[in-house]
């Protein structure tokens, strides 16, 4: 099982960016399924834009199942934008 996301409009991600593959099901835990994510986008030129609670929703939600790859996808896709020289990535600390 993998995600691969398109913003609407814009074609799916080019073959060479990385995709997140996770093998058989999505991790369970909250912490590394939000670590996973923030990855994968940072790999591909993306950063997650969501509000905090909005997150950690959606993280709890994975966990207990309640959300399909489709649907976070979707949900990656819409809290997600380009790293640009307008719109950086936050500094590390």
């Known amino acids: 099982m993998g995600l691969a996301l398109a913003r609407r409009g814009e074609p799916a991600l080019p ?5 997140l593959t ?3 099901t999505i991790p369970a ?3 590394p399924a939000a670590a996973a994510i923030g990855v994968f986008l940072a790999i591909n030129g993306y950063r997650l834009v969501a509000d905090k609670l909005g997150a950690i ?7 207990a199942g309640e959300l399909d ?3 976070l996808a979707a949900w990656i896709a ?3 934008v380009p790293i640009t020289s307008q719109n950086p990535a936050p ?3």
Do not use: I, Y
């Not at 073959?15 to 995709?19: R, S």
């Not at 929703?57 to 966990?63: K, Q, S």
């Open 29 to 31: 835990s909250p912490p």
């Open 22 to 24: 996770v093998a058989g």
């Open 91 to 93: 500094k590390s600390r």
């Open 15 to 19: 073959p060479e960016c990385v995709t």
């Open 57 to 63: 929703r959606t993280m709890f939600a994975l966990a």
């Open 69 to 71: 790859e489709p649907a």
């Open 78 to 80: 819409q809290n997600s």
